[in-house]
């Protein structure tokens, strides 16, 4: 199904948080992906941190509009995630649950307009936390609020409010998130029309305790097959990441953080591979 309209809520300044964030890892992790003679997808996922080491794997089947993911780790947890596009015009229904706690269960709903989108997640469990967000625009501009109610209490437990502005050489956000105490801006610049090389900065400012934080960053394509990222925050930690696609949707990450204010502190490095047919 193809998406319509302005995006969920969620996607304002996804841009900013991927760029600052995703792909930084600071363990050992291989993934590997297969796709079964029978169209079923199976991804087998090792990560070891500190001294411990974690297995998991997944299967994804997928059958004209309905997708079907489960996932079991080594701590015998079992994860079922079952989606269906178009299961009404332009909606999307996603079902899940985490066992042996049958309370983790939630079911989603998303509906996409042309000039507005909508989502809602509930609970299965009795007297669950029902969340709720919507999103208007048109031309790249998109104004957003969301909003989680807790059945048992009556009370909120969040609501936040956000403007996103999306044009082909930059994005923005302005996120008012924590029911009105935190405040976050965003932005993403393009350099150049291919997307070579792009500039990205978030100002987060906590009005209850007067806290700022800044982090800067950039993403620089060496070559097809090759990106570079880096970001600095103001209290002095600076990471960076290498990644190589050794072969078609097969990535090599390699990540390192440590802190400019303490250098005597051993620095933090991360190796993953994912490797796919």
């Keep these: ?25 600071y363990d050992q992790k291989l993934t590997v992906s297969t796709v079964s003679a029978s169209g079923v997808g199976l991804t087998s996922t ?12 997944s299967s994804v089947y997928k059958y004209k509009n309905t997708v079907v993911d489960i996932k079991v780790d080594t701590e015998s947890n079992i994860s079922t995630t079952l989606t269906v596009l178009d299961a009404l015009p332009s909606t999307k229904l996603v079902t899940s649950v985490k066992l042996p706690d049958y309370n983790s269960g939630k079911v989603e709903l998303h509906y996409f307009h042309e000039n507005a989108t909508f989502a809602s997640v509930v609970g299965t469990k009795p007297s669950p936390v029902v969340e709720f967000s919507g999103t208007v625009g048109a031309q790249g501009v998109a104004f957003g609020a969301e909003a989680g109610y807790d059945t048992a209490t009556g009370k909120f437990t969040k609501y936040t409010a956000a403007i996103g502005v999306t044009k082909p050489d930059y994005h923005a956000a302005f996120i008012l998130a924590d029911k009105g105490d935190t405040i976050k801006v965003s932005g ?30 950039g993403l620089y394509k060496i070559d097809p097959q090759t990106a570079v990222k880096a970001r600095l925050n103001n209290t ?31 620095p933090k490095f991360g190796l993953a591979l994912a490797l796919k047919p």
């Design 188 to 217: 993403v610049y393009h350099l150049d029309e291919k997307q070579k090389a792009s500039a990205v900065a978030e100002l987060t400012r906590k009005l209850s305790t007067n806290e700022n934080t800044l982090t800067v960053g």
């Design 46 to 57: 090792a990560v070891k941190k500190g001294g411990l080491y974690t297995l998991d794997v």
């Design 1 to 25: 199904m193809a998406m319509k309209g302005p995006g969920l809520f969620s996607d304002i300044g996804k841009k900013a948080k991927d760029l600052l964030t995703r792909d930084y890892t």
């Design 236 to 266: 002095g930690t600076l990471a960076a990441l290498l990644q190589h696609e050794l072969k078609p949707k097969s990535l090599l990450t390699i990540s390192g953080e440590f802190d400019t204010k303490a250098l005597d502190r051993a």
